[in-house]
């Protein structure tokens, strides 16, 4: 395996606007002490920089997806330009990352589209793209441990997906997880996920954003460490996803990444990869970033439309999105200076949009969580609008598992929506075992399908 000579590599926090003071990333801190501001994670560009462009590329190869400790792991694999602040030893690891880029060939075909892929970030180790951040920030916790640091638990509040991935990280390094969940407001399966790793899981007559506030309150009075998006650890290890799918291009870039956006910090971190590699030499430009959001909860496309002069949280309406349905979004300075930067777009998708993309593209093999429906309902009205033309090539950030969201697909199926036209609506067919009225059945869907 290809070996590196970078002695004491540190990265750090640094405020995202001027100001100047570093602080340790085993420091416990979230915001700028000077102006409050959220921090981001830097690192020593001089060093990195002075490795061979050939030599990044044969390392992350060389390591993708292999058996050697924590390399395999695509975050991991990419640790002097995620997070070389964790020993080994500390790393907390679930082999994330390496996830299928899908080349939706017919999906793509019928809307005659040259290349459109789906990233498939739901095969991670509890379903979304959040294990990607999640591994960073839990093996950082149990780093500031092994150095006597006094953590007694780690918390997040969340949509769903957050607290399955905290839950499950914890759980295997023996940490207490906390999370904070809106009563009501998340899927079955993401309420059991914490449930069976052992989370203390605190359900709230609140909405996200109530329970956003809480969880701050209980963190920054006690020795409880706080896992949300605030803590740009995360977004170190989200944006290996850009990275990956460069490697996964063989180091081309995609024209355009289309993906959902709730708190806003996956748009920032997937412009962070991009923008990373490109000053490594890793690839030559940079893609168009769009971010799709729920029509119910909407506030940066508000901003989009005022040309992202003005900025007003809102409060979320429901949606089936329901780990997008967020009104006041922690990342949204980070994430409009990362729009900005790659000639972004916003767009949005009504629940009749969002649902009935999904199940389009679900026809064509898939099977898309509502977020992915999001994104894919914003790729058709760009596609429209001439936005997007037909010979980009265009990759589609899945956010997450359909399975984890089977009442979803269910009410669609069996046309229990409000407010949806289930345009695709399959239904099981009820018949008398006789062979003749099988058959004609069978006959039957087989001419339809190929109309
Ligand atoms: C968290 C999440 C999102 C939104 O990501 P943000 O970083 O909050 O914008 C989208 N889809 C799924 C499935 C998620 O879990
Ligand atoms: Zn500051």
Redesign the pocket.
């Known amino acids: 395996m290809t070996e590196l000579k970078l002695k004491n590599l540190k990265s750090w926090f640094q405020c995202i606007q001027k100001c100047e003071g570093k602080h340790d990333l085993n420091e416990i801190i979230y915001s700028c002490p000077k102006c409050g501001n959220l921090l981001e994670v830097r690192h020593d560009i001089e060093k990195l920089k002075t490795i061979p462009t050939e030599k990044w590329k044969k390392l992350f190869d060389d390591r993708y997806m292999s058996s050697v400790w924590p390399y395999g792991s695509s975050v991991w694999g990419k640790k002097e330009i995620v997070c070389p602040n964790v020993e080994n030893d500390n790393v907390v690891s679930a082999y994330e990352g390496g996830s299928n880029l899908f080349w939706a060939e017919r999906l793509g075909k019928g809307l005659g589209m040259d290349e459109l892929w789906i990233k498939q970030c739901?095969f991670n180790h509890t379903g979304?793209?959040?294990d990607l951040g999640m591994t960073v920030l839990v093996s950082m916790v149990k780093q500031m441990i092994s150095e006597g640091k006094n953590i007694i638990a780690v918390a997040c509040a969340s949509?769903?997906?957050?607290s399955a991935a905290l839950a499950a990280y914890c759980a295997a390094a023996g940490i207490q997880a906390i999370v904070f969940l809106p009563k009501n407001k998340v899927s079955t399966a993401q309420l059991i996920q914490p449930l069976a790793n052992n989370a203390l899981t605190l359900s709230l007559d609140t909405d996200f954003d109530g329970c956003m506030k809480i969880v701050q309150e209980v963190c920054s009075k006690n020795s409880i460490y706080l896992a949300n998006?605030m803590n740009s650890l995360r977004i170190e290890g989200?944006k290996t996803i850009s990275i990956e799918m460069a490697q996964q291009f063989q180091w081309e870039v995609p024209d355009v990444v289309i993906?959902?956006?709730?708190?806003?910090?996956?748009?920032?971190?997937i412009g962070k990869g991009f923008s990373l590699a490109k000053e490594l030499g890793l690839i030559d430009k940079l893609p168009k970033i769009v971010?799709a959001q729920a029509e119910q909860a909407n506030p940066l496309y508000q901003s989009y439309l005022t040309g992202f002069k003005e900025f007003h949280p809102i409060k979320a309406g429901k949606t089936l999105?329901s780990?997008?349905q967020?009104g006041n979004?922690v990342?949204v300075n980070k994430?409009i200076k990362t729009l900005k930067k790659f000639n972004g777009i916003v767009e949005q998708a009504s629940e009749d949009e969002l649902t009935n993309a999904a199940a389009k593209a679900d026809k064509t093999g898939l099977f898309c969580?509502?977020?992915?429906g999001v994104a894919l309902a914003a790729l058709f009205k760009l596609m429209k609008k001439g936005e997007i033309s037909k010979k980009d090539r265009v990759v589609v950030i899945s956010?997450?598992n359909g399975l984890?969201f089977t009442d979803f697909k269910t009410n669609y199926h069996t046309k229990s929506l409000t407010g949806v036209e289930s345009k695709y609506a399959n239904q099981p067919v009820e018949l008398a075992p006789k062979y003749d009225e099988v058959l004609d059945t069978i006959l039957k869907k087989v001419e339809q399908t190929k109309n």
């Open positions: 739901g979304s793209f959040k949509t769903g997906d957050t998006s989200q993906l959902p956006g709730g708190n806003l910090g996956n748009v920032t971190a971010c999105a780990a997008i967020i979004p990342s994430a969580c509502p977020h992915t956010t997450a984890k």
